[in-house]
């Protein structure tokens, strides 16, 4: 925030104030000195207000995104909260909100709800308010220690005192909209979801954030407006902007769970008829439009591996229905299709991206490779074995994610390991990374160079993606790779003493895999104080 001298009483007020040198009564959204005098309001700059605030608030949409859907703007009517009425801990909040978190959270990807709709309900509702101040507080005090388990102060009015106080102040006024039907108060109500499932993903209490995306999805799907997106290739006139936002926001959200918990697919598949209404051809104009692109392609994925269980549960030993391969067939070449239309928009994405942005790129070329192993794999669900198959897509994808690693090393300056950092939770986020194409390599290929290689990447940032803890899936995938491997590399030189960033070896990847009795064993795995149980399984 600027300063200037002796001008530190006007430094809270309007911008009209503060240029006329004159004391504010910090009015919102219009301050009353300039209102009574027929002057022009400038605001509260970071913290919103003004006069061209209080006679539009509305909101449109920046980015419709390859679908097209919405466009309708959105009236918020104001409640006269004033922001700079809260205390300086409040604003301080806030402006980390505005500036880091809700830039952080949705990770590589543009994305109105954090960046827009938030910000503008934060203003006019209570229950947005205090939730956004408890995310942003925890976001920004946060850490983590090295058990891994998050840092809260004990003291009266440390951090874990804040962070609860908000969220009883969130539930208490968000409780008058989950008595009303209306549009208005189902927006507040989703809003709500969405910002306590990000505050319980960063503070670990995972199934708390899960029932707080099911009950979101629930309330969607009861509302209409899961119906409504996806009734046709054309918006519907009753869809707004925020509608699509806040779909937008849930279903990233699930979707990231689906593919840690494939149990939780379910609810990925209700999001698989929100469509773009445009083919995968010509180019894609932003990274937001592939992934979005892509993500209906994981989805058909989910789909058919769901029915190749069903089939094998209830015709065991029978061959599937050929239309089951048809759809398998259709999913690949859609998956070539995006593929080619990815690489034929490098030259509209890359010159577009900012430092910031640096490696995304690879990062949604990698869960490309990633989707395309899973789709030619997913009819034989229990069949381990087959993804040895498929070493060269592995070794592909490590050699990706490798660089991704060293530009994501350079660009944020994180130590190799994380002794240093002690990792504070603002370099965590909600939405997907780099965790989980590690992770798939580490669990699924059996090539013993490559697997380590990908779990030393993971051990080398300990930051979260949403319920993706990079120290927790490493710890397990330790323990996978040293329960299916056992003694089988005992007495061979296996040359486990390489560069982080290096590429495996011929006679690396030529080295024998172990028998395929070990290798295909199904894990399930869980958490017994936030570390991983012995009994587990990861992907089935």
């Not at 067939?329 to 910031?356: C, E």
């Not at 090539?447 to 990447?457: E, K, S, Y």
């Not at 949403?466 to 120290?471: H, L, M, Q, T």
Request: glycine residues 8%.
């Amino acid at each position: 925030m600027p300063t200037t001298g002796t001008r530190s009483k006007a430094k809270s007020g309007c911008g009209t104030c503060k240029i006329r040198k004159v004391k504010c009564d910090e009015g919102f959204p219009v301050c009353h000195r300039c209102s009574s005098t027929g002057r022009i309001c400038d605001g509260y700059g970071v913290w919103g207000g003004g006069s061209s605030f209080a006679n539009r608030q509305t909101l449109s949409e920046p980015d419709a995104g390859p679908a097209g859907r919405g466009g309708k703007q959105v009236v918020i009517r104001p409640k006269q909260i004033s922001l700079l009425a809260g205390s300086a801990a409040e604003k301080q909040a806030f402006d980390w909100f505005k500036c880091r978190t809700s830039a952080k959270m949705p990770g590589s990807f543009v994305a109105g709800f954090w960046t827009t709709f938030v910000l503008q309900a934060s203003v006019s509702e209570p229950a947005v308010w205090h939730a956004v101040l408890a995310l942003s507080a925890f976001h920004r005090e946060g850490r983590l220690r090295s058990d891994d388990k998050s840092t809260m102060t004990a003291a009266p009015g440390g951090l874990e005192r804040r962070v609860l106080t908000h969220l009883v102040q969130s539930i208490r006024h968000l409780q008058k909209h989950l008595t009303r039907n209306d549009g208005e108060s189902l927006k507040v109500a989703l809003t709500s979801c969405i910002l306590f499932a990000s505050l319980d993903l960063l503070r670990g209490h995972f199934p708390t954030a899960q029932n707080h995306l099911r009950n979101g999805i629930h309330l969607l799907i009861e509302s209409g407006t899961m119906a409504k997106i996806s009734s046709s290739d054309h918006p519907h006139p009753q869809v707004d902007s925020v509608d699509v936002w806040l779909v937008e926001a849930l279903g990233r959200l699930q979707f990231q769970i689906a593919l840690l918990k494939p149990s939780e697919r379910s609810y990925s598949l209700l999001f698989r008829d929100l469509r773009s209404p445009q083919a995968v051809k010509g180019i894609f104009a932003s990274y937001k439009q592939a992934w979005e692109s892509l993500v209906d392609l994981f989805n058909d994925v989910f789909y058919l591996d769901q029915q190749a269980r069903v089939q094998d549960a209830q015709y065991p030993g029978h061959p599937l229905p050929p239309e089951l391969f048809d759809h398998q067939k259709r999913i690949t070449t859609g998956l070539q299709s995006w593929s080619d239309v990815y690489r034929a928009s490098g030259d509209v994405l890359k010159p577009r991206s900012t430092l910031s942005e640096k490696g995304v790129y690879d990062v949604i070329y990698a869960y490309y490779s990633m989707a395309l192993i899973m789709a030619e794999v997913c009819l034989c669900p229990l069949d381990e074995a087959i993804y040895d198959l498929h070493a060269d897509s592995f070794h592909r994808l490590l050699a990706l994610m490798t660089g991704v690693r060293h530009v994501s090393s350079e660009l944020f300056r994180f130590a190799a390991r994380a002794e240093e950092s002690r990792n504070y939770l603002s370099r965590s986020m909600v939405d997907l990374g780099w965790i989980p194409p590690l992770y798939f390599i580490a669990l699924k290929c059996r090539i013993h160079r490559i697997r380590l290689q990908a779990i030393r990447l993971l051990e080398s940032s300990l930051h979260r993606e949403g319920i993706w803890d990079a120290k927790i899936v490493s710890q397990v995938l330790r323990k996978v790779m040293q329960m299916e491997e056992g003694s089988f590399y005992d007495g061979k030189d296996l040359c486990d003493e390489f560069g982080l960033y290096s590429s495996p070896s011929q006679q690396d990847i030529s080295l024998p895999l172990p028998p395929g009795d070990i290798g295909c064993v199904t894990w399930r795995w869980g958490l017994k104080d936030r570390q991983p149980t012995r009994s587990f399984l990861l992907w089935p």
